[in-house]
C-alpha cells in the first residue's frame, strides 16, 4: 500500500534516537536503505535500543545534547531530513522540574530548528504532543480546536508548534508536527518513576504486583501502538503533497479505552504466558495532577492529506507488546 523508496540513500538526522520512538524510527529508516545519524545524550535513551545498529554502515551515533547549539549544527551537517524526537516526557516529571523541562523541549527545540534551518534541512518532522489539547472537553480531539495546558510538559509541547509555525512565516522553513497520543510498544521503559502505564503495569503484573491505577479507572486514552507512530513519521517525511506541510497531525488510532479496560486486556494477554495473572487484583490511588480526563483523536486530516490508514487498533498493538515484553523481559 505504501511505497518509501523515496527514502533510500536519504540522510536523515533521528533526535532521540537511542529512545523508545526514536529506536524505532532508526530501525524503520534503516530498513528503507536510509543513512540515519542519531543524537541522544542517554539521559532516558538506552544504548541497548541502538546496539543492533552500531554494525551498521548507514548508522552513525552522535552522543549529545540538544540544549548546546553546536551539537546540533554538527548533527544538521548535509542532512536531508530530521525527525525531532529529543524531549523530556512525562506530565509529572515537569511539574516536579518545569525548568529542565522547559530548557530541554523548548530550548532544545528552538536550537534543532535553527540548526535545520541553517544546514538547509529540506523538512523538520517533530514529535508534539496531544497534551496541547489541555482543558478542552470537546471529543473527539480535533487539530484546531485546543484548550488550555494543564501541566509544564504540555506548554512546552505548544510553544514547540508555535516555533515551528513561526519559522515558515518567517524563514520559509518546512516543518511537520506529530501529535503523539499515548504510544506504547516494544522498547517503551517499564522502569523509573516516570514509567509509561502500559509497560509499567505489563511489568508489574509479570512479577505478581498489584498496579495501582489513579482515580476510579474510568479516564479514557487513544493508545496508539509505535508502528501506526513510524507509519506517520514515514509519510510525513516523503509525503509529496505540498498542502500536507507546515501542519501539525493527530497521530493515533481513533479509538478510546478507559484504564479499567485496559487492565482487563492486559490481564487476559498476560494470563495466556501465566495464568496466575488472571487473578490479581488492582489498587485505586488518587487522580494525578496535570492529567486529561480523556483522550481521543480525529485522524481524519491524516488520512485525508497524508494518507494515513493505521494498521494497528489498540488490542492489536497490545498483543504484540504483551508478546514483546514477556520474551524480553522475563
Known amino acids: ?15 532521540g534516537g537511542a529512545g523508545f520512538i526514536g529506536s524505532n524510527l532508526c530501525e524503520a529508516l534503516l530498513e528503507q536503505e536510509a543513512w540515519v545519524t542519531c543524537l541522544d545524550n542517554f539521559a532516558t535513551g538506552k544504548r541497548e535500543n541502538i546496539a543492533p545498529f552500531l554494525g551498521n554502515d548507514h548508522f552513525t551515533l552522535i552522543e549529545g545534547d540538544i540544549r548546546d ?17 529529543a524531549a523530556l516526557g512525562s506530565v509529572p516529571r515537569s511539574i516536579n522540574d518545569p525548568v529542565t523541562s522547559n530548557e530541554v523541549n523548548v530550548g532544545g527545540f528552538l536550537k534543532m530548528l535553527v540548526a535545520a534551518k541553517d544546514a538547509g534541512v529540506q523538512r523538520f518532522i517533530y514529535a508534539a504532543s496531544s497534551s496541547t489539547y489541555g482543558d478542552s472537553e470537546s471529543l473527539p480531539k480535533v487539530e484546531d480546536i485546543i484548550g488550555k495546558p494543564l501541566s509544564p510538559y504540555a506548554i512546552t509541547k ?19 508536527g506529530l501529535r503523539y497520543f499515548n504510544v506504547f510498544g ?15 503495569f505489563v511489568m508489574q503484573f509479570m512479577t505478581h504486583e498489584s498496579p495501582t491505577i489513579n482515580g476510579g479507572g474510568e479516564y479514557s486514552r487513544d ?10 513519521n514515514l509519510l510525513a517525511l516523503s509525503s509529496d503533497n505540498t ?10 488510532f481513533g479509538e ?14 498476560l494470563a495466556e504466558f501465566d495464568p496466575k495473572i488472571a487473578d490479581i487484583e488492582v489498587q485505586y490511588g488518587e487522580y494525578r495532577k496535570g492529567d ?9 486530516k491524516a488520512k485525508n492529506l497524508l494518507n494515513y490508514n493505521p494498521k494497528f487498533s489498540m488490542k492489536d498493538g497490545l498483543k504484540e507488546a504483551v508478546t514483546w515484553y514477556w520474551n524480553n523481559l522475563k
Do not use: W
Request: charged content about 25%.
Open 1 to 15: 500500500m505504501y511505497d518509501f523508496q523515496t527514502l533510500k540513500g536519504k540522510k536523515i538526522l533521528v533526535t
Open 292 to 300: 486529561v480526563p480523556h483522550s481521543l483523536a480525529s485522524i481524519d
Open 69 to 85: 547549539l553546536d551539537t546540533c549544527k554538527k548533527a544538521c551537517e548535509h542532512k536531508d531530513f530530521v525527525l525531532h524526537q
Open 223 to 232: 493508545f496508539t501502538y509505535i508502528d501506526n507512530v513510524v507509519l506517520m
Open 158 to 176: 505548544y510553544v514547540d508548534e508555535l516555533y515551528a509555525d513561526v519559522f515558515k512565516r518567517t524563514y520559509d522553513f518546512d516543518t511537520i
Open 186 to 200: 516494544r522498547r517503551q521503559d517499564p522502569k523509573g518513576a516516570y514509567a509509561a502505564v502500559i509497560p509499567k
Open 243 to 252: 498542502e500536507a506541510l507546515n501542519q501539525v497531525y493527530n497521530t493515533a
Open 256 to 269: 478510546r479505552t478507559t484504564l479499567n479496560d485496559l487492565v482487563q486486556y492486559l490481564k487476559e494477554y
